[in-house]
């Protein structure tokens, strides 16, 4: 009867939740030997000048390595540390990778670190960013971190203030998934950005959705006027390449250009640019 129908359909839906709640208290439970297994990696996805399409630096994006799932998904896993607080573990030990990193590349490449809510709260952040710039002797300037409108809404006032500090030492602040928040103009305005990020979710629809094209559009120009770069992330087509172009985005990152790389991966897109540099210009020997 229709009324088994339900019941087992209900039952089955519940069986499904179970699983999952499951499967995420397993994930939290593993998350906290992750770090000390070695587990972790870091992945760096390319940033492009979207004129001269010359590589600018990358984005440290993490991966967890689990011995029996596989590749788990930072969408899956940084919201489970989030809720548990082993995300400062995991930042902590992300900033410290990501930094060793690019102190090694040359010394135009930048690297953009995502920072959580509970990093911010924690009000040791700019202390530890310090710390890590110190120890790595990496540039600040070569550092940006990532903030997402979630990590500045709970505290508005000390938010600003880990901002403030974080541009004291000379390491550049960016709005990562612009257009997604509850209300990304007033966290515009309220913070001083150095780059705003345009969701890829609108820039997947780029091409064919009129709406999307008018908001990236006018995310670019808002750039413009209060004289942001805007980065646009998710740019897989030559299609939405010229579009942002055409609109004057400074700077792209997505598929068209790259997916996340492992860090020798990373190192061998450096080397060939600098490659491809060289066999443009003429050298020494062949002017004289
Ligand atoms: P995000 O910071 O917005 O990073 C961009 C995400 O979009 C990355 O997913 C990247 O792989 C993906 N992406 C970039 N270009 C394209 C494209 O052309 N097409 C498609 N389909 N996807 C593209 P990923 O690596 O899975 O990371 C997801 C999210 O997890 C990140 O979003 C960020 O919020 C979070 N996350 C990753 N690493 C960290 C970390 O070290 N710390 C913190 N707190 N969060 C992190
Ligand atoms: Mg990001
Ligand atoms: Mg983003
Ligand atoms: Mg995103």
Redesign the pocket.
């Known amino acids: 009867s229709a009324k088994t129908d339900g019941g087992d359909r209900l039952a089955f839906y519940c069986e499904g939740m179970e699983e999952r709640s499951r499967s995420r208290a397993s994930i939290a439970l593993d998350l906290k030997s992750a770090i000390q297994n070695g587990e972790l990696e870091?992945?760096y996805?390319p940033q492009n000048d979207t004129r001269t399409r010359s590589l600018k630096g990358f984005?440290?994006?993490?991966?967890w390595k689990h011995p029996e799932r596989g590749l788990v998904?930072?969408?899956e896993f940084?919201p489970i540390?989030?809720e548990t607080g082993l995300?400062l573990d995991?930042?902590a030990w992300?900033l410290e990778e990501?930094c060793t990193a690019a102190a090694a590349w040359p010394e135009q490449y930048s690297v953009?670190?995502?920072?959580?809510a509970l990093?911010i709260a924690q009000s040791t952040l700019s202390q530890q960013v310090a710390a890590v710039l110190a120890r790595t002797s990496l540039a600040p300037a070569r550092l940006e971190i990532?903030l997402?409108e979630s990590g500045l809404i709970a505290d508005q006032a000390h938010a600003l203030k880990v901002v403030l500090d974080l541009k004291k030492l000379g390491v550049s602040v960016a709005m990562?998934?612009f257009g997604t928040g509850y209300s990304s103009l007033s966290t515009l305005q309220n913070f001083p950005f150095d780059k705003i990020?345009i969701?890829?979710g609108f820039?997947?629809s780029l091409t064919a959705n009129k709406q999307s094209a008018a908001i990236v559009k006018s995310t670019i120009l808002l750039g413009t006027s209060l004289k942001i770069p805007v980065l646009a992330?998710?740019?897989?087509t030559e299609d939405q390449l010229s579009f942002l172009l055409q609109e004057g985005c400074q700077s792209v990152?997505?598929?068209?250009f790259g997916?996340?790389l492992r860090l020798d991966e990373c190192i061998a897109l450096m080397d060939s640019e600098r490659g491809e540099k060289e066999s443009v210009l003429p050298s020494v020997d062949l002017v004289a």
């Open positions: 870091l992945y996805q984005e440290a994006l993490v991966r998904s930072p969408t940084i540390a989030e995300i995991i930042g992300v990501a953009a670190v995502n920072v959580s990093q990532e997402t990562d998934d990020k969701d890829r820039i997947m992330e998710g740019v897989e990152q997505g598929y068209l997916k996340p």
